[in-house]
């Protein structure tokens, strides 16, 4: 597949807020000006409008494990800063395969994510409402009652949804959400759905077990950071993942994370 380019924007008379771009050539130097809303507008949505960012990035494509990190900015034009460190996420016991919603800057050799690879996906995401076992009065929380499922069954119309074993039966193929541990904390990621290529589905933001070695395509934390996570993402973020070597593609779109 071949590699995606960002179209730029005209420049404009009216523009005033503008940054530097330098490239060298035999010894001279030369400077184009490029406007800073012009390089937040050629991003990929939704991360061209976020002010708050979760940063997962892999060495490689075949990693389980990730850096994680929060960066949050005063508008889209405006330079990401780091909101904290960088920790430690567990991801797809598969490593990670590039969502069908952006398959399109895909390299070749690299994977795209069908259901059941155990690969987390790659790209840019919403995060979604918080969830956990527990009652909370925090406004959009949506806990985790007997007999709610996440459908990860193509051949349902509820495929990619919560919803509950009362609604759609118990043929359908579904994670029993309340019986799984990890779950007792977590956020839902708002991935697209494509019942037609079995693009991926039931992608979470939750709990790192004791003892695993890889996610079934989400991302883990341990209980702690989680809830710091979910603190931060209360008032919208997005997530994005990506491996290293794909950083390069979203020039001026991402901020540099920490060593």
Known sequence: MTRRSFPRK????RTKNWAPLFAGTSGILFCLL???YAIAQTCPAPLKDARKLV???TDTMHATTASLQRFTRASPSAKWTAE??????????RGVGWAHAF???AQPGEPVKVDGDKRVPAGFFKI???FGFSPSERPGYLRIEEGMTC???PNSPAYNTITSRANVGWQVRGENMWRVPVYRRGLLVEYPTNRAARAGSCIFMHVWRPGANGT???VALPEPQLASLQDFADSGAVLAVLPGQALDRFKGCLPAPSP
């Open 10 to 13: 005209r420049e404009s008379s």
């Open 34 to 36: 490029i406007p800073d």
């Open 55 to 57: 940063l997962v990035t």
């Open 84 to 93: 904290s460190g960088p920790v430690t996420a567990l991801i797809g016991l």
């Open 103 to 105: 398959r399109a800057f």
């Open 128 to 130: 979604g409402r918080r």
């Open 151 to 153: 459908v990860d069954d």
């Open 216 to 218: 079934n395509g989400c």
